[in-house]
């Protein structure tokens, strides 16, 4: 019952756009969906594009394997490194894991910026060393 609602409702939608939509405007966002990519955007911002696209790029997306597969595509290399070893094929699931690498890394560079940061704050403290001082002490008494 649930597949032929579906199957009604996927039918209406194409019947609609064929009517309502123009070509050219659904040649437009399948483009737009093809090319994207997470970039700048945070993985909630990239999923909202992403799904908002879907809907006019249905064939791309015809599965959850294969909506996974475009959505790990896009992601930014470092969080798509960490997601892909999962092998996800829940979309739902795919994007809370992207969200939590996303944090981790956020949280990496936080943690590796304070330390070059005190690093940095090290190395530019004046050096005062002892050896130093009782060297040059006793060159003068020489």
């Known amino acids: 019952m649930v597949l032929r609602e579906r199957e009604r409702e996927s039918h209406l939608g194409i019947e609609f756009r064929k009517k ?3 070509q050219q405007f659904l040649d437009q966002k399948h483009k737009e969906f093809s090319e994207l990519k997470q970039g700048h955007m945070t993985v909630t911002e990239y999923e909202r594009e992403f799904v908002r696209l879907s809907k006019y790029a249905r064939e791309y997306v015809a599965t959850k394997e294969i909506m996974c597969k475009w959505f790990a595509d896009g992601l930014n290399e470092d969080i798509k490194l960490l997601v892909g070893i999962l092998d996800l094929k829940e979309f739902v699931l795919l ?5 939590k690498a996303e944090k981790l890394g956020k949280e ?3 943690v590796d910026s304070e330390v070059r940061d005190s690093r940095k704050r090290l190395m530019h403290k004046p050096y005062h060393s002892t050896s130093k001082k009782s ?6 008494v020489l």
């Open 20 to 22: 309502y939509i123009s």
């Open 95 to 99: 994007v809370d894991r992207a969200c």
């Open 108 to 110: 990496k560079r936080k």
């Open 135 to 140: 060297i040059q002490c006793t060159s003068r």
